[in-house]
Nanobody, 123 residues
C-alpha cells in the first residue's frame, strides 16, 4: 500500500511562492495518477492539480497558470510549485491518488489521507 507525506507549507505573503513536496513510500508514484488537493476552512476538499501516469496534467481554473504539478521518479516524489499566491489559496494541501475519466483527471475517493501541509497566504 502506498503512503504519502506532504511538506513545504508555511506562511507566505500574497504574490509569493511555495513548493510543496509529497514523498511516497510503498509503491512508485509513477504507476498512479496523482493529485494535489486542498481543503480551506469550512469548505470541502477539492482537487487543484493532477498528473497522470503518462505525464498529462490538468488544473482547477482557480490555479491555472499559477500552479505546476510535477513528479520526480528517482525521488518518488510529487511536487506542487505555487506562484503568485493569493489569500484564497490558504488551505491544508494534501497529495493522494486521483483518477482518469475520459481526458480529465478527477478526484478519487481515497480511503486514507496524510496529515497534509498548511499553506497560509497573508500579509
Amino acid at each position: 500500500q502506498v503512503q504519502f507525506v506532504e511538506s513545504g507549507g508555511g506562511l507566505v505573503q500574497p504574490g509569493g511562492s511555495l513548493r510543496l513536496s509529497c514523498a511516497a513510500s510503498g509503491r512508485p508514484v509513477s504507476i498512479y495518477t496523482m493529485g494535489w488537493y486542498r481543503q480551506a476552512p469550512g469548505k470541502q476538499r477539492e482537487l487543484v492539480a493532477g498528473i497522470s501516469d503518462s505525464g498529462e496534467t490538468n488544473y482547477a481554473d482557480s490555479v491555472k497558470g499559477r500552479f505546476t504539478i510535477s513528479r520526480d521518479y528517482a525521488r518518488n516524489t510529487v511536487y506542487l510549485q505555487m506562484n503568485s499566491l493569493k489569500p484564497e489559496d490558504t488551505a491544508v494541501y494534501y497529495c493522494n491518488r486521483a483518477r482518469i475519466r475520459g481526458v480529465e483527471i478527477i478526484p478519487r475517493d481515497n480511503a486514507s489521507w496524510g496529515q497534509g501541509t498548511r499553506v497560509t497566504v497573508s500579509s
